[in-house]
């Protein structure tokens, strides 16, 4: 079974957008929110989400890196590791 998405945002964007629209209404909203956990900074839970490939999660995590490298890039190294 496919776990149930929860929508959540991390706790600096909640403040990154309290600071940037200074709104009581925007902030009660954001405290309805979950917050996520672990590296996630937004999850908005679209419809009929599929589970990520390995594909696409080894180039996020090569792009997102401490090289912070291209896609060009990461989809040769992917392109490695799959030959082996």
Known sequence: ????CIPCLSG???IAIQEAL???EINEL???????????DIELCGKNKRPR???QQ???TCMSGLES???K?????WQILKKK
């Open 1 to 4: 079974m496919v776990p149930k």
């Open 12 to 14: 600096r964007i909640k």
């Open 22 to 24: 200074e709104d009581d």
């Open 30 to 40: 954001l405290d309805k929110i979950d917050d996520c956990s672990g590296e996630i």
């Open 53 to 55: 490939s390995a594909y």
């Open 58 to 60: 080894f180039t996020s």
């Open 69 to 71: 490298k291209s896609l």
């Open 73 to 77: 890039e990461c989809a040769a190294e």
